[in-house]
């Protein structure tokens, strides 16, 4: 089967953008594989497919898969990358889009300068809801908020690392650290995306506070492994660490793929506020490519 796709690119979180709203690829996880391979696909983080409008006052519907081939809820960088495509493509003419995801509606529009703002919805902090499996622990108090000890394989028993949970449609688990190029992302990402207390799994983060108004990330992508940028993971470690009195209301993201940008009015009096991001998209190519029938 030969597809034309899109090759896109938010501050280094790459991916293939498919258009599906005359018709369904209907591809399967080890197609979606295939095209996130950078070996024999195309290469990307995570795979977009844009789909038509589920119900009224939805614009399109906007579904993820990562590298491993699986579905998941959110992709903060994939949304402003919808946006250009979509209006590129001359499927809407709206500088603003309500779209569906898996885990609820988002809404990105473009700004003057080109970069795209994505109002992710409010952060969820019910652990059930996350989810996340308390069961047994005891949290560690900070700020009228929770860290939550969490072993790890190859650890001390008496040397957990703690995280604040925190879903953002998607599930995060956001750590202090005290610097980000030395923390032990690739030996401990892994180890906590795949922890039993989250039953669908995570994403890590590793959050350096360089100043109230500034942090360094790292995440390492449930699915997907550490990436140049995780827009949700960008989200979810603000507001961790508005949460924890670490940070002010608006708050430059340095990722190792561009800066974004991350406002959130919330805190212990209003959790429900919105989480606005702001950061670039960018066109990298387009192509057509013969992708097997049988995978």
Not at 9 to 24: I, K, S, W
Not at 25 to 51: E, K, M
Not at 97 to 104: D, H, N, W
Not at 249 to 265: F, M, P, Q, S
Request: charged fraction near 20%; aromatic fraction near 6%.
């Amino acid at each position: 089967m030969r597809i034309r796709f899109t090759k896109m690119q938010g501050a280094g979180n790459d991916f293939v953008m498919l258009d599906e709203t005359r018709a369904g690829l209907n591809l399967t996880p080890g197609q979606y594989r295939f095209l996130a391979d950078r070996h024999f696909g195309v290469g990307a983080d995570q795979i977009l497919s844009v789909r038509p409008s589920p119900a009224p006052e939805i614009d399109f519907a906007y579904v993820i898969h990562n590298a491993d081939g699986g579905e998941v809820e959110q992709c903060g960088n994939g949304a402003r990358c919808f946006l250009r495509f979509v209006r590129d493509r001359g499927l809407t003419d709206k500088e603003a889009v309500r779209v569906q995801t898996l885990g609820g509606v988002i809404v990105p529009r473009m700004q003057p300068d080109g970069r795209v703002t994505v109002d992710m919805g409010a952060p969820v902090f019910d652990l059930p809801q996350v989810p996340f499996d308390a069961g047994g622990l005891t949290p560690q108090a900070v700020n009228s908020w929770q860290k939550w000890p969490l072993a790890l394989a190859g650890r001390e028993q008496d040397a957990p690392v703690f995280v604040a949970v925190v879903s953002m449609g998607n599930p995060h688990a956001v750590q202090v650290v005290e610097d980000t190029e030395t923390a032990p992302v690739l030996r401990d990402g892994p180890l906590i995306e795949n922890h039993v207390r989250f039953a669908r799994r995570v994403n890590a983060g590793f959050m350096q506070v360089v100043s109230r108004g500034q942090i360094r990330l790292r995440v390492y992508e449930r699915g997907a492994g550490e990436t140049l940028a995780c827009g949700s993971g960008a989200c979810a470690a603000v507001v961790a660490g508005i949460r924890l009195g670490l940070l002010d209301a608006r708050v430059d993201v340095l990722t190792r793929g561009g800066v974004l940008t991350i406002e959130w009015a919330g805190g212990l009096s209003a959790a429900s506020a919105p989480v606005l991001m702001t950061g670039p998209a960018t066109k990298v190519f387009e192509a057509e490519i013969d992708v097997p029938d049988h995978l």
